[in-house]
């Protein structure tokens, strides 16, 4: 039986990214590529505000020069400033030759359309954005390994990129197993519940940035879990809900086995969640969760999610795991290390009501694990303890 941390080490060892795609960009994608600039940004050296182009010499408080042109965003100058002269320009528009401060409009007056009074005492270069100043002509402005975000997709447009090298998002199928389970649209008969654990792990593998597939509930019995999985196999992440434990309706592994799938651990030293499998096929990672709810989601969230991030290009580093002080005292005793339910409020951490890993509700007001260590605990408000923030 493996700890967290090296089950998790397990998993990434064997999460290889995918390969990557030229298309357009997209928000959460990885860039596999360096991308450099092909244009000096700003092209020019360009006006911050609507105003009047000067020589800053000349622009003395009650200055009054002669407005040789007008200037507006798109158009190009056509004259060099002289002495005491002004253009009028406006925000974006190229600085004129000569000019090197730009007065707001609002420190002037206008005695006559081509004449300009000037209430201000001007730097040289006010108000003025230089050429290139925001990026050069080949200055690499997104490093292979940057997540896309709007902002990066609109420098990227800057840059002339509509399309470009990124790690496509993994694919990830999840099936939930067991003869007592009908789907959430059914009304539960005789020994039946309605199954929770699909929906959940679709929602959090999609949260995740999967593109993520269900496959319904597999019976329990082997040609039936057999053609699921078969399935599911051609997914880059199989997750798999519930029979995974020793007992006799629990199929999975032995079906698994059968199906080519290697293991490489069946049960981690952990609270809720000890009987979790995992194993490869090719660069497919199939996930056994436990059927309890509550095992399920933090599961996917200690070795489920990690693989997702690594398999869609991103570097997985750390544990995630932060130290926070405590809101309130708390007292626990527990066999394995054990993932808590709890809530980061602005005190701290507080540690919620939990009666096991049946009970899903717990984690409605969860936005993160206490990390407790095996044994009893008595933490007093204040004390430090282990926290992974979940989302």
Request: charged share 25%; hydrophobic share 45%; aromatic share 8%.
């Given at each position: 039986m493996l700890d967290v941390p090296l089950a998790r080490a397990t998993v990434l060892r064997h999460a290889h990214?995918?390969?990557?795609?030229?298309?357009?960009?997209?928000?959460?994608?990885?860039?596999?590529?360096?991308?450099?600039?092909?244009?000096?940004?700003?092209?020019?050296?360009?006006?911050?505000?609507?105003?009047?182009?000067?020589?800053a010499d000349d622009a003395r408080p009650g200055a009054e020069l002669r407005v040789v042109e007008e200037i507006a965003a798109g158009a190009m100058p056509s004259k060099t400033l002289t002495t005491n002269e002004a253009a009028r320009i406006f925000t974006g528009a190229p600085i004129p030759g000569g000019a090197d401060a730009v007065v707001m409009r609002e420190k002037t007056s206008s005695p006559a359309s081509d004449r300009v009074i000037v209430n201000d005492s001007p730097t040289a270069g006010q108000f003025i954005l230089r050429r290139a100043a925001e990026m050069k002509v080949g200055e690499i402005v997104l490093p292979a390994g940057t997540v896309l975000t709007p902002q990066a997709i609109g420098v990227l447009a800057t840059v002339g990129r509509a399309v470009?090298?990124?790690?496509?998002?993994p694919t990830v199928a999840?099936?939930?197993?067991?003869?007592?389970?009908v789907e959430p649209d059914s009304i539960p008969g005789p020994g039946q519940i309605r199954n929770s654990n699909g929906p959940m792990l679709?929602?959090?593998?999609?949260?995740?940035g999967a593109a993520a597939r269900y496959l319904g509930i597999a019976r329990d019995t082997e040609a039936d879990l057999a053609a699921r999985i078969a399935d599911g196999l051609t997914a880059d992440i199989l997750i798999l809900a519930g029979g995974v434990s020793a007992g006799d309706f629990d199929l999975v592994p032995k079906v698994l086995k059968d199906l080519g799938v290697t293991p490489h651990f069946h049960h981690v030293k952990m609270k809720p969640g000890k009987p979790l499998f995992f194993g490869t096929k090719g660069h497919t990672l199939v996930f056994g969760l436990p059927g309890n709810p509550v095992s399920s989601f933090v599961g996917f969230e200690l070795f489920v999610r990690p693989a997702i991030r690594a398999k869609a290009g991103n570097a997985v580093t750390g544990d995630g795991i932060e130290k926070m002080p405590l809101a309130e005292s708390f007292l626990g005793n527990n066999n394995r290390p054990t993932y808590h339910p709890a809530r980061i409020e602005s005190n701290g951490v507080r540690?919620?009501?939990?009666?096991g890993s049946a009970d899903l509700r717990a984690l409605l007001d969860a936005n993160a694990l206490l990390v407790l260590p095996?044994?009893?605990?008595?933490?007093d408000a204040g004390s430090t303890v282990d926290v992974l923030p979940i989302i």
């Open positions: 990214r995918r390969e990557p795609v030229r298309t357009a960009p997209a928000v959460g994608r990885v860039l596999a590529e360096d991308v450099a600039s092909d244009v000096d940004s700003p092209p020019f050296d360009k006006a911050l505000m609507d105003g009047y182009a000067v020589r470009v090298e990124q790690y496509p998002a999840v099936l939930a197993t067991g003869d007592e389970l679709l929602a959090q593998a999609t949260a995740a540690g919620l009501p939990w009666f095996p044994g009893e605990v008595n933490y």
